[in-house]
């Protein structure tokens, strides 16, 4: 578990800069008030308020520390950073020197560890969770290239008025696409197959 002191006017402000250094929310944490802050005479003695703030074990740390365990024994130089942690939503970054050889061939294996850390903070989880996890700002190119193919495809299936199926890939792709395509009135999108070889066909919109 990860702890860390603060100094604050108030209490609450000290909690706050406790929370903003662990990236954590209120409900993910337990404070501990060391010191109570004191006005002082004529500001003589006057002192601020120390708490200490220690992190509780989510869900998502149980899928960190298993990809932490994953990426040590591989022996490559990456770390994982929180970028954004909320009750339902954890979104990480892969660094490091040996970074981008964890994302692998459109992504395969950076959507494999996602999977992985995800699996493992469901079983800890109440609720629904999910993982995002980057690397090389990969994500964001991906979906540019998503985007592209998708308004390539739509232009071939229109021009040949035939479908035509995309390769197999994970759900948050698929959606991705389905976006990109979802204003064109004579495009639809539909998936098929069974996960994880799930794949999208991309038709001509019949009246």
Request: some cysteine; glycine content about 6%; hydrophobic content about 40%.
């Amino acid at each position: 578990m990860r702890e860390v002191t603060k100094y604050g006017k108030t209490v609450a402000e000290a909690v706050s800069f406790a929370l903003k250094e662990l990236n954590a929310t209120s409900d993910q944490v337990t404070s501990t008030v060391l010191e109570q802050p004191r006005k002082g005479f004529l500001g003589i003695g006057a002192r601020k308020a120390l708490v200490k703030v220690t992190l509780t074990k989510t869900p998502f740390d149980y899928g960190i520390d298993y990809l932490t365990e994953v990426i040590n024994k591989s022996g490559l130089t990456v770390k994982i950073q929180v970028i954004e942690r909320g009750a339902q939503v954890c979104r990480c970054v892969l660094v490091g020197k040996d970074a981008a050889q964890l994302i692998g061939k459109h992504g395969a294996t950076l959507n494999a560890l996602q999977t992985l850390a995800d699996h493992v903070a469901a079983k800890e989880a109440k609720q629904h969770v999910t993982f995002f996890l980057d690397a090389e700002h990969y994500r964001e190119t991906r979906k540019q290239a998503l985007v592209t193919l998708a308004k390539r495809m739509a232009k071939k299936t229109l021009r040949t008025n035939h479908p035509h199926r995309l390769e197999a890939m994970p759900a948050f792709e698929r959606k991705i696409v389905h976006q990109a395509l979802a204003n064109n009135p004579k495009i639809q999108t539909f998936s098929n197959g069974e996960e994880p070889k799930r794949y999208l066909t991309i038709a001509p919109r019949r009246s």
